[in-house]
């Protein structure tokens, strides 16, 4: 479980945001410039918050304005809007890069079908690979939580499919609490458990909801 309570002054308003996410999918769903990104990089312990407590399961990692766990040790899987892959690295050196048991980043590239570009350079490969590069990477860390922000937001409509589909068996599979940022109401309806709808740095509504059926072929 993480639960978040965050305040952070922002050059045209101030983020102020209380959610927790339980072993589920929570959609962070706003306008560009609501604040998405900084309170995924909050959490990762990327920037400086002003005030509020962040926990994930028994651990608090900030608590009145002092960061208690460094950013390698926060235990946090992290996939960037750009997937910020190293580009002097392959696609094996990249997800090697913070992964914990050789065993199991393999279990991942062979279910998200990466095993034929292992010895590939990011300028080498699709987007949609890039993308399934990235994912590998920040779960081989075999992080207690999962960060994506817009991850499907570059890739073409068959790929981002296909995408979905890979998200939901890899959470079906390892139960994490993942917060997704996006802008795409399909994703929403496909992907969410609990969809929190922000506006200028605040929580406007937050809802349940029931996850479209797709059928998993994986
Ligand atoms: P989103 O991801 O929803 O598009 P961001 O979190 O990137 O939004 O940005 C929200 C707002 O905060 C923007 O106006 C941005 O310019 C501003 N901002 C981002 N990072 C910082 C920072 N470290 N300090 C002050 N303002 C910031
Ligand atoms: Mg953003």
Redesign the pocket.
């Known amino acids: 479980m993480l639960t978040v309570h965050m305040e952070k002054?922002?050059?045209?308003f101030t983020?102020d945001v209380k959610f927790n996410v339980g072993r589920e999918i929570a959609v962070l769903f706003?306008?560009?410039?609501?604040?998405?990104?900084?309170?995924l990089n909050g959490i990762a312990g990327l920037?400086?918050i002003n005030d509020g407590e962040i926990r994930l399961n028994e651990r608090v990692l900030f608590r009145e304005g002092k960061s208690l766990v460094p950013v390698q040790e926060r235990k946090v899987g992290y996939l960037f809007q750009d997937y910020a892959l190293f580009p002097h690295k392959t696609v094996w050196e990249n997800i090697e890069y913070g992964m914990k048991q050789e065993s199991f980043a393999k279990k991942l590239i062979d279910k998200l079908q990466v095993g034929h570009l292992l010895t590939q350079y990011p300028h080498e490969i699709s987007g949609g690979e890039k993308q399934r590069t990235a994912l590998i990477r920040a779960i081989a860390t075999e992080p207690e939580l999962l960060l994506l922000d817009e991850p499907f937001s570059a890739l073409d409509e068959k790929t981002k499919n296909n995408s979905y589909e890979q998200l939901l068996a890899v959470h079906q599979e390892w139960h994490i609490p993942i917060i997704l940022?996006t802008h795409n109401k399909s994703e929403v309806e496909l992907l969410a458990d609990k969809v929190l709808y922000?506006k200028n740095?605040k929580i406007m509504e937050e809802k349940l909801q029931e996850k479209e059926k797709i059928s998993l072929k994986m």
């Open positions: 002054q922002l050059s045209h983020l706003g306008p560009s410039g609501s604040g998405k990104t900084t309170i920037t400086k940022v922000m740095g």
